[in-house]
Nanobody
Framework: QVRLVESGGGSVQAGESLRLSCAAF????????MGWYRQAPEKQREFVAS???????TYADSVKGRFTISRDNAKTTVSLQMNSLKPEDTAVYYC?????????WGQGTRVTVSS
């Protein structure tokens, strides 16, 4: 019943920035934590960042100091500001939202960082 739509991906050069957004559509009883994961070519999906319902954030070591996650409860969206992008950040980024019945995943948005 709930679907997530990511946006903001694209191709940039190293050192540049991108802002990803994920909006939830459908019937939502209660939203818990929200997060971002990514999957690089030939690698498994990995955790990037999360934000709890209370606003507590958690980041993977690889993105600390460069990425910032935020949420807008009124709009049921979660965003990821990505600064100082590196080629190793190249991946498909997926948003995740926790609702009362489990986790809902987006389709992903591709980020390509060239040197």
């Amino acid at each position: 019943q709930v679907r997530l739509v990511e946006s903001g991906g694209g191709s940039v050069q190293a050192g540049e920035s991108l802002r990803l957004s994920c909006a939830a559509f459908g019937s939502i009883f209660k939203i818990g934590g929200m997060g971002w994961y990514r999957q690089a070519p030939e690698k498994q999906r990995e955790f990037v960042a999360s934000i709890s319902s209370g606003g507590t954030t958690t980041y993977a070591d690889s993105v600390k100091g460069r990425f910032t996650i935020s949420r807008d409860n009124a709009k049921t969206t979660v965003s990821l500001q990505m600064n100082s992008l590196k080629p190793e950040d190249t991946a498909v980024y997926y948003c995740q939202i926790v609702v009362n019945y489990g986790s809902v995943w987006g389709q992903g948005t591709r980020v390509t960082v060239s040197s």
